[in-house]
């Protein structure tokens, strides 16, 4: 049987015609009406919540070809005791409360599991109690489980505020975005890291509480391989723009000595940790025992209760069994403290003391201080281009001045981050940061208009290399994180994002650009 070209076309544009004409909306009042919509829905759905409790939530083995969204409809609140999504794809959850309540029992459940391919929690509340006052640190022990947990791949975790639990956000997948959330009033660590290939960028980790034997840490990770823990490797990940806080209020019940950044059972190879804010009473500002061409670059480490001991460290050294540190650069960072072994390349980095930090900072005063450089700051103009990130931790161009400054903040006379268009007036992908690059960058695009928006990446030879979305996207202006698959070789790939608008007079835009992944 033969089919003409011609026919073909006709089969695929009416396919996606049908596809864009067949989104529904489901709009549900309680848990019954939802568990129907799920059993009910097809990609590109949405599920749109009213206002109520919807108990517990689980969705296991269903598979959608593009994202079904479950959201709270617009002004509405709706609130979930728990959400286990498992074994399922394309699945993405927005602006919904999640509130487990235990009197006993809550150590080692979890808020929401994530578990899957392509799946996105963003825009979420998450906490185990509104009020905790009172509590002891057996209260903290039997009430407040784990926020977040994920598994699989293609996962995003943005957005959300996620407070009053054991772990804040547990990554043991592969290929994930975990960007813009809230960490507070933790008893565990509050972000661990564990799969490969992820980046955790502008995370906000502060308020850490001691109420059992976990050395608590902002961001944690650790190697599994054969021989369990610290017989593998974590690789390719980007810890960028983070804000790592011990404490705010001196007087906190339970209040903990915590631990920024540590990676303490190795390899970790191809770290790249820049423009991060590590406030802590701990020697542990950031710390990497056994690493492998990482870079940590334009870091700002400092002593969270201003006293002389114990001074926050950036440290990078052996492996606990032995095995050296290689091709590590440590570059542009401020910090009480460094201590280095072999296989470390340093240079540009400024040692102060919290007595001396005033002649640096705006406000160093603790977990509340302002960390931003003063104009006569020795930090100014200080630092090496070389490696250097093209903004700071604000989103301010670097550099400002006659040279690139040393520490997470560039001085500027403008402050704060750069604001993304609101109101955008037409479509746009703009070039991907970085480029060139190796493993992974950032992907921009933004909507005039909500409409259907499909992003993919190609070959040379016009092959299809990798689907980063496939999904309704409101107006407005949107950022995909992409991870280069690791067989793939160096050279010029196209990324291109097709539009199609809602409505009779529905337009179609297609715009493509290219960039070079370099390994």
Known sequence: MKISL???????????????????????????????????????????????????????????????????????????????????????????????????????????????????????????????????????????????????????????????????????????????????????????????????????????????????????????????????????????????????????????????????????????????????????????????????????????????????????TDHKNGTPSSGVTVRNNISTDFSFSGGVSEDHNIEITMNNASNYFVNPSGGNGDYHLIITSPAVDAGSSVLAPTVDKDGIIRPQGNGFDIGCYEYSNTTGIVDEENNPTDFQLFQNYPNPFNPSTVISYQLPVSSFVTLKVYDLLGREVATLVNEYLEAGFHSTFYIMNSTLTSGIYFYQMSVRTPGEKAENFTITKSMLLIK
């Not at 598994?151 to 996620?162: E, M």
């Not at 997948?173 to 490969?196: E, K, P």
């Not at 502060?206 to 490797?233: C, L, R």
């Open 6 to 316: 011609l026919g073909l076309l006709f089969g695929i544009v009416s396919f996606y015609n049908i596809q864009s004409i067949r989104a529904a909306e489901f709009i549900v009042s309680n848990s019954t009406e939802l568990q129907n919509a799920i059993n009910n829905v097809q990609g590109g759905d949405t599920i749109s919540l009213l206002s109520g409790n919807y108990d517990n939530l689980t969705i296991s083995g269903k598979n959608n070809i593009s994202f079904v969204v479950i959201r709270s409809n617009t002004g509405a609140t709706a609130i979930f005791s728990s959400i286990n999504i498992s074994n399922c794809s394309y699945w993405k959850l927005s602006g919904v409360y999640i509130k487990p309540r235990y009197t006993s029992g809550a150590d080692g459940k979890n808020a929401l599991r994530l578990d899957g391919n392509y799946l996105t929690a963003e825009n979420c509340n998450i906490n185990y109690s509104d009020d905790i006052s009172g509590w002891t640190d057996s209260d903290w022990v039997s009430q407040a489980g784990n926020g977040i947990t994920m598994d699989g791949t293609n996962i995003t975790v943005k957005n959300n505020l996620v407070s009053v639990v054991d772990h804040g956000i547990s990554n043991g997948a592969q290929y994930t975005l975990v960007s813009g959330n809230i960490i507070s009033n933790f008893r565990g660590d509050g972000i661990r890291g564990l799969g490969d290939d992820a980046n955790y960028e502008y995370n906000l980790i502060k308020n850490s509480y001691d109420v059992d034997d976990n050395h608590d840490d902002g961001f944690q990770s650790w190697s599994v391989g054969p021989g369990g823990v610290g017989t593998g490797v974590v690789k390719n990940i980007i810890l960028r723009g983070n804000t790592i806080i011990n404490f705010e209020d001196p007087n906190q019940p339970y209040r903990s000595n915590l631990q920024g950044i540590g990676l303490f059972d190795g390899m970790f190879e191809n770290w790249l940790v820049e423009n991060n804010l590590i406030i802590t009473d701990h020697w542990h500002g950031i710390s990497f025992y056994g690493a492998i061409d990482c870079k940590i670059i334009n870091n700002t480490v400092v002593d969270n209760d201003l006293t002389p001991s114990p001074d926050p460290w950036i440290m990078v």
